[in-house]
């Protein structure tokens, strides 16, 4: 019976203990907020008390309880899937599961930049935590982190990248040698005159535009950046199903790496004619 009753007082008194500690870390959290808004206490006090509170968080990978929140490695990001919604011709807002799920999400974890293979040189990750991305349709490895759908993908599967909450002409940026590219109307109507149906020219392809925005380059073995032959303005010409097709603000626009575009096309001379 003694020995029950200290075991009892035992778990009361670590039962109390946990329960103080968890109260006092909540008052500290509400201290060092009023300190950071009036000025007492540095934001970067306050981050690396966050920080380690979030360590005793319970994290779960595909439905089991992980020690703390996963650090992708070199070049790989965690990325959580953004819910895809669409809208048909009349306006009416259709559900995720009716359409094909979007290639786009946020960025909750990036890693520092991969090491080159022959030269050992660090070839920097351009997308940071908290970004927002576009990325190729069959890449990469999907996971539940969190409950949450996520998804395990390199930076090289990125294809435009932006910070806000919503994707537009100007926050949208070409990831590396990527060449934003703003798709031409296509002409409804030969030279000869004839209007031809908008039914036929459907299934073709666009491989034709001006270029919109052009991506920091393309990463060399030494780490510096080749910039892209073409510039802002430019009209291009590229494979066929060379591009990433996205629209933006309402305008179809795609993405085309530097090595798909074949050749420039010089604009006509106003002065000339």
Known sequence: ??????????????????????????????????????????????????????????CTLDGETIRGPITPLGNFLLVREKDALTATDGGIILPDQSVERTCEGEVLAAGPGKLHPHTGVRIHNPVKAGMSVLYGEFVGTSMVYNDEQTQMIRDDDVILYYEGVQMSKENVVPCRDFVLVKIEEEKLETASGIVVAASVTKDQVPCEGTVFKVGEGRMCATGELTPAPVEVGDRVKFKDYGGNEVKIGGELFSAVRMVDILCSIPEADESSE
């Open 1 to 58: 019976v003694v020995a029950a009753a200290d075991s009892l007082l035992r778990r009361k008194t670590v039962a109390d203990r946990i329960s103080r500690n968890m109260m006092l870390s909540a008052l500290i959290g509400v201290s060092i907020s009023a300190g950071v808004a009036s000025g007492f206490v540095s934001a970067s006090a306050s981050a690396a008390f966050v920080r380690s509170t979030s360590l005793s968080a319970e």
